[in-house]
């Protein structure tokens, strides 16, 4: 699974129709995305209940496609072997939530699934002193978790920018991945700062006249949407 990219869009299922997750992962991964973002919320970390392992057991999963999965869960580490078997290839645990932190990440690769650590928009780089040799990537939260369609809070791009100098010093080249308010206005200002991969919900799947839309139009608009990230996410390097 390749890890490092320049530019990542990872689309929130979130904010798709999860009535018929399988067929919307056929459609953005089709449209051009090879990772799914998936958002397990359990009511008592983020207000919001959304999926567990065994849905995400019953979805479908196209050849070569990753699932991101983004744990919002208290006590992460009773569920990383659940969700290891069914189908989780990155497996994001918050900071905030364990006690266990790099016993957390080194379990999560112990079942063979990358590990990555996720910080709310007001937890401190500093949380990951000692875990950075357990980490497959870093996810910042740009929003604080709980539900989709919010705004980019703004003091996150230069907390990208010191963890990129952070793990520069450290010679190491894992990707920083930002979720939450990430649309064509949002992302070129985060991947100068040095992100390189980025879940995108409601930049991605909301449509207009959805209904109306035949499945092919429905790619298209997602292909079109994903390419609009990717094309204001690396303008300057285009230059
Ligand atoms: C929020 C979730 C996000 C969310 C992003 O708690 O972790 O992944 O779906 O949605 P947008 O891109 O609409 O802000
Ligand atoms: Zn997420």
């Not at 929130?12 to 953005?28: K, M, N, T």
């Not at 649309?183 to 100068?192: L, V």
């Amino acid at each position: 699974m390749p890890m490092t990219t320049s530019v990542l869009i990872a689309p929130s299922l979130l904010s798709a129709d999860l009535g018929s997750a399988s067929l919307e992962i056929e459609r953005v991964f089709r449209a051009g995305a090879s990772w799914v973002h998936l958002d397990v919320m359990d009511g008592s970390f983020v207000e919001n209940i959304t999926l567990g392992a065994v849905a995400l057991n019953s979805f479908e999963k196209p050849e070569g496609c990753v699932f991101d999965t983004h744990l919002m869960v208290v006590q992460p580490e009773k569920h990383i072997p659940s969700f290891a078997k069914s189908g989780a290839d990155v497996i994001s645990i918050h900071v905030e939530a364990t006690e266990h932190l790099q016993y957390t990440l080194k379990l999560i690769r112990d079942h063979g699934a990358k590990a990555c650590a996720a910080l709310n928009p007001g937890t401190p780089l500093e949380t990951l002193e000692w875990v950075y040799e357990d980490l497959d990537m870093v996810l910042l939260m740009s929003v604080n978790p709980g539900w989709g369609g919010q705004s980019f809070i703004p003091s996150v791009f230069s907390k990208i920018r010191s963890l990129r100098e952070r793990l520069n010093e450290r010679g190491l080249a894992i990707p920083i991945e930002v979720d939450g308010g990430v649309n064509p206005s949002t992302i070129g200002k985060a991947a100068r700062a040095g992100a390189t991969h980025f879940v995108a919900g409601n930049a991605v799947f909301n449509l207009k006249d959805e209904v109306r839309r035949s499945e092919k139009e429905k790619v298209e608009a997602y292909r079109s949407n994903i390419q609009k990230l990717v094309e204001e996410a690396t303008r300057d390097q285009m230059i």
